[in-house]
C-alpha cells in the first residue's frame, strides 16, 4: 500500500497491459461555467435552472460551476500529475454555435476548445472529445429537441464543424453521452431537462432520432475526414448491471428485458448483427400500444431497412458508462398501473445488499462480448458519489479498486475486449439532480471560495499511482 494506512482493496496478481488506456472524464455543464461569456448562447440546463429555480434539488445551477472555462492550464497540471493518457470531455454546443444552427459560429468558443486541447497535447494527453453531453442548445429545444426527426440534421452539421475545426488534433470522438438517460429523462419521466413528461412516448421518439444522428455522422466522418484524420469514432451507452432476483424463469426474464429495454435499445441497433431494436423490446412495447381501428400503432418507431443498415456497425468502439448493479424481479401488478416505460421492460429493480457490487461490471463486460460479439469496450465512466466532500476518501478508492479489479478478471480470465478505464470525474462538479450535494470528483473543489480551488483527494493519489504501476494498489 502506498500510504501507512490503508483503504480496503481486493489483492490481485494481474496487471493492465502497456496499451491499456487510463482517462478521466467531465461535461462541459457540469464545470466550465462562463454560462454567458464571450458569445455563448443559451442551452436547455441554463434556461431550466434559471425558469425553475428548484428544478435542481439543492436549487442550484452551474452558472460558475468549477470555473475550468478560466482553468485550462491549472486542470491540464491536475489531469498531468493524475498521469492519465486522456481526457473525455465535452464541447458545449452553445458555445460553439449559439443558436445551435453551423452558420452561428462562436469564435470565442473556437478559441477556447483549441486552447485547451493544444494544451492537453502539449502535456501529452489525449483529448477524447462528446459532442454531446446533454445541453442541447435553447433555440433547438424551440424545435421541439430530439423527438424531432430534424434535430439528426442540426446535429450532423454540428458534428461535421467539430471535424472541421478540431479534427486534425482530436482522433477519439463521442457523439452521444447516455442516450438512455437523456432520452428518458428529458422526455419521459421529466427529471432532466427539458422535463418534460410523454413517458413510452417522447423518449422513444427522442432515442430514434439520436440513433439517426449518430449513424448519419459516423458515416460523415467515414465519407469525407476518416481518410485525412484517421480517428474513431463512437458513441457512450449507459447501463447498470442488472442481475436476476433467482433463477427463476420470470426474473431471468425480467432482468434480461430490463438491460435490454436500457442498454439494447441503442446498443442492438448499432452493434449486433441484426440491427434493429431489440425483439424483445419492439414485442413488448407494441403489443401494449394502442390499438386504433383494427391498427396497432406502436410507440416505438420504426426504422427503415436502409436506416437499419446505416445504423448497424455505426462504431469504432463501443462506449460503456457504468456505475452500479440492481437486482431485478418481474414486476409486480401494481406497477401495471403506474408509467408505461416500466411496462414496457416490466422489471422491477432495486439497490443489492452490498452497494458496492463491482462484479456486475464483470458480468456485463461479459454480456456484451456475448451479445454483440466481443467489440472493443471503451469505459468512458464509472464513478462513485459521496456527500462528504472528505479529503481521505475511503469509499471512493474501494470503488475504483474493485471495480478495476472486476476489469481486469475480465480481460484476463474471459478474454473480454476491454481498452480503457475512465473516472467519473476529474472533479466535485455540478449534478444534474442533486447539484453539488453529490461530489463525485478525485479532486475537492471549494464552491465556497470565489477562485474555485482544487485539492486532490486521497483516490487522486491512489487512481495515479494505479496508472503508473498499471496495477491495482494492494
Ligand atoms: C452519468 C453522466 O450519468 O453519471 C454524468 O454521464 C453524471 O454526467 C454521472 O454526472 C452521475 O450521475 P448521477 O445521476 O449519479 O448524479
Known sequence: AIFSFTCLVGAQNYRFSSDFKFGVATSAYQVE????????????????????PNYVLDGSNADDTCLSYYKTKEDVQLLKDLGVNYYRFSISWSRLLPTGHSYSLNEDGVRYYLELIDELLDNGINPVVTMFHWDLPYPLHELGGWPNPLLDDYFVQYAKKLFQLFGDKVKY?????????????????????PGYVQDGIGSYLCGHTVLLAHAKTFKLYNDDFRRDQQGQVGISLDTL?????????????????????????????????????PSTMRERIDKLSLEVEGYRRSRLPRFSTEEIDLIKGSSDFFGLNHYRTEICQTAPEFLYESPSYLKDSDAFCYSPPDP??????????NWIKTEYNNPPV????????????????????????S????????????????ISYTAWSLLDNFEWSLGYQSKYGLHYVDFDDPDR???????????????RTKAIDS
Not at 442481475?243 to 441503442?266: M, Y
Not at 458496492?356 to 463486460?365: P, V
Request: aromatic fraction near 16%; glycine fraction near 8%; charge should be negative.
Open 378 to 401: 471503451f469505459i468512458s465512466e464509472s464513478g462513485f458519489a459521496d456527500n462528504t466532500g472528505t479529503l481521505n476518501d475511503c469509499d471512493r478508492v474501494d470503488y475504483f479498486n
Open 173 to 193: 470522438w463521442i457523439t452521444f453521452n447516455e442516450p438512455f438517460v437523456f432520452c428518458h429523462h428529458g422526455y419521459g419521466s421529466g427529471v432532466l431537462a
Open 241 to 277: 448491471w442488472y442481475e436476476p432476483a433467482s433463477n427463476s424463469r420470470e426474473d431471468l426474464q425480467a432482468a434480461t428485458n430490463k438491460i435490454q429495454s436500457v442498454l439494447g435499445w441503442f446498443a442492438h441497433p448499432i452493434f449486433s448483427t441484426a440491427g434493429d431494436y
Open 453 to 467: 480551488p482544487r485539492i486532490p483527494k486521497r483516490s487522486a493519489k491512489v487512481y495515479a499511482n494505479i496508472i
Open 356 to 365: 458496492n457490487a463491482a462484479w456486475g461490471l464483470r458480468k456485463l463486460l
Open 403 to 418: 471495480y478495476l479489479e472486476q476489469v481486469l478478471l475480465a480481460i484476463e480470465e474471459d478474454n473480454c475486449r476491454v
Open 33 to 52: 461555467g462562463a454560462w454567458n461569456v464571450s458569445g455563448k448562447g443559451e442551452n436547455i440546463w441554463d434556461w431550466i435552472t434559471h425558469t425553475y
